[in-house]
């Protein structure tokens, strides 16, 4: 079975700093990822995807990921967080499988602190 | 906007109760899915549907079972409540177009007495 490993739990920021998020997959094949996000005592959002095409996605709120296929990794990025990115953060993936079936496989999640 | 909404924000609920948990979607979306969130565990998904009065078991279905008689309704039943089930409850739905693109509920919040 496929699995999704974030690596960082908790990261706490201070505000301007720069952010990186680590995504993993076990997958092989071919893949659409995701980075949803949960801000505090609201539902789960999509930020951003990734389903071919420019490795490098664009999502809401200055976020970015970089899809780099021989690292089996999504990571997520913003170069200057905000007191408002305070949120837990998760990768998705959706390994692309014949026959239907296809389902996501979310990772543990980050909890991000950002501090003023 | 999507919308999924779940009947209730916070449930408590006695040992070996049933328990029914309902999730509405206004999007006609075709896919529609159940998930528990406990914390550094992340969401593991328990049964998904694709279509009514279809449905498939996720990797932790085990104590839980699943109703799914309208395309835009789909309920997560507990038929025998443990303190084990204690957690938050997550709705999704999903098009087959936007492909595996999910939307979110608020969740639900089961307590277990």
């Known amino acids: 079975a496929q699995s999704v490993s974030q690596h960082n739990h908790h990261v706490i920021l201070s505000e301007a700093a720069s952010l990186e998020l680590g995504c993993n997959y076990s997958y092989g094949g071919t893949v659409n990822l995701f980075w949803y996000v949960q801000y505090p005592g609201q539902h789960l959002q999509l930020l951003l995807k990734?389903?071919?095409?420019?490795?490098l996605v664009k999502g809401i709120k200055g976020f970015e990921a970089e899809f780099i296929k021989s690292k089996f990794s999504f990571n997520l990025r913003k170069p200057s967080v905000q007191w408002s990115d305070t949120a837990e953060y998760f990768c998705a993936v959706n390994p692309i499988l014949t026959g239907g079936g296809n389902k996501l496989t979310f990772g543990t999640g980050t909890q991000l602190k950002v501090e003023l | 906007d999507v919308k999924v909404t779940q009947s209730s924000r916070y449930l408590v609920k006695r040992t070996g109760e049933k328990v029914f948990l309902e999730c509405v979607q206004d999007?006609?979306?075709?896919?529609m899915f159940w998930y528990r969130q406990d914390p550094g565990l992340g969401l593991r998904l328990i049964y998904f549907?694709?279509?009514?009065?279809?449905?498939e078991k996720g990797d932790i279905p085990e104590g839980y079972s699943v109703s799914r008689e309208k395309k835009e309704r789909f309920s997560l039943i507990l038929e025998s409540a443990s303190t084990n089930q204690t957690s938050m409850y997550l709705c999704a739905s999903s098009s087959q177009a936007r492909y595996n693109e999910q939307f979110f509920g608020p969740g639900t919040r089961l307590t277990v007495l």
């Open positions: 549907s694709y279509d009514v009065k279809m449905k």
């Open positions: 990734y389903f071919s095409g420019d490795p």
């Open positions: 999007m006609d979306h075709e896919n």
